[in-house]
């Protein structure tokens, strides 16, 4: 082998080698840093990329891809002076690879002792009834604050929750307590509530109840001296049609009124339930004389109408002729 072809290999390979160290491809979701000198110059997106060999070297090779940051726990005293073992977990996402790369040394350390110190100071500011219940509120106050912190690094973090807050155990056992006897408390004031309404309920049927007695009696008793009123009407019709006959001269309208008296009387002293024996106390030929007075009435009226003349016109002639003659009762001792 001759010296030309020795030095043709020899081009060959410092060719290839020039071209190895100029051409580099950058993965997809990567972004590589390009250094001059020790200076940084560019930044080598995903993809094939060029740059000047043995003057230009790869610096840092960054992910552009969100990544998971597990942040340790740690024990947290809230303003009450209660202490709250605390631990999170952050999501964040490089955007400027130049700043995260040349800002800081260590970014996931920065994250991780930004989130370490904000949490104690949100946690602290807060009693620890709010802690364990606003969590949500936590968790936005500790994404503001890191996020604003790591905006220089080229950062952006785009979540962070509270994986676990735990209380020591004496005062878990004390909430327990606490949440059995409020648990309690309410179950006491809710019977003392269903009996206060069961008790008006009660108390408004009665009312009403009372209200509807009430009325049923106004209108029976309506109902009642109505039923009087029209009762006293037919009584003094009554009385006034005998008034009219004995003024007309008919004594047999009287014997009827009063041999009706006569019979409704004797008939309530006959049905009284206290009786065990009746005692007539008038001749037994009183009530037949009544009986006979209406007897003759009756007569007189058939009479009246088969001979076509008015009952006013009979009883004139009543009156200018002769009367029944009615036997009067005669008077017995009483007791035979």
Do not use: H
């Amino acid at each position: 082998m001759d010296g030309a072809t020795v030095f043709v290999f020899a081009v060959a390979f410092l060719a290839l080698i020039t071209i190895f160290a100029g051409v580099k491809a950058v993965p997809q979701g990567r972004e590589w840093t390009v250094e001059r000198f020790g200076r940084f110059t560019k930044v080598l997106k995903p993809g094939l990329n060029l740059i000047v060999p043995f003057f230009d070297r790869v610096g840092r090779k960054l992910s552009m891809m969100e990544e998971v940051l597990t942040i340790p726990s740690q024990v947290v005293i809230t303003r009450d002076n209660a202490t709250v073992t605390a631990d999170a977990i952050a999501f964040y996402q490089v955007v400027d690879a130049a700043k995260a790369a040349y800002e800081v040394a260590n970014l996931q350390a920065g994250i991780t002792n930004l989130c370490l110190t904000n949490a104690r100071t949100v946690i602290g500011a807060m009693d620890l009834d709010e802690v364990l219940s606003k969590r949500d509120e936590i968790n936005q106050r500790l994404l503001a604050v890191v996020d604003q912190a790591t905006s220089p690094w080229g950062v952006k973090v785009t979540r962070i929750e509270i994986k676990d807050l735990s209380p020591p155990v004496d005062i878990t056992e004390a909430m327990a307590r606490q949440m059995k006897a409020e648990r309690f408390r309410r179950a006491e004031v809710t019977q003392a509530d269903g009996e206060k309404n069961a008790a008006i309920l009660r108390a408004e049927g009665a009312k009403q109840s009372a209200i509807l007695q009430a009325e049923g009696r106004k209108e029976a008793a309506y109902r009642d001296a109505e039923a009087r009123e029209r009762l006293a009407e037919a009584e003094a019709k009554a009385t006034q049609m005998v008034s009219d006959s004995i003024e007309a001269g008919n004594v047999n309208a009287l014997n009827y009124f009063l041999g009706q008296k006569y019979v409704e009387a004797f008939s309530q002293l006959a049905t009284a339930p206290n009786q065990k024996f009746v005692i007539v106390p008038m001749e037994s030929a009183g009530l037949l004389g009544s009986i006979a007075g209406v007897a003759e009435m009756t007569r007189e009226a058939i009479a009246s109408q088969a001979a076509g003349v008015s009952p006013t016109r009979a009883r004139g002639q009543n009156a200018a002729g002769t009367v029944p003659n009615v036997p009067p009762p005669t008077t017995r001792p009483a007791g035979t």
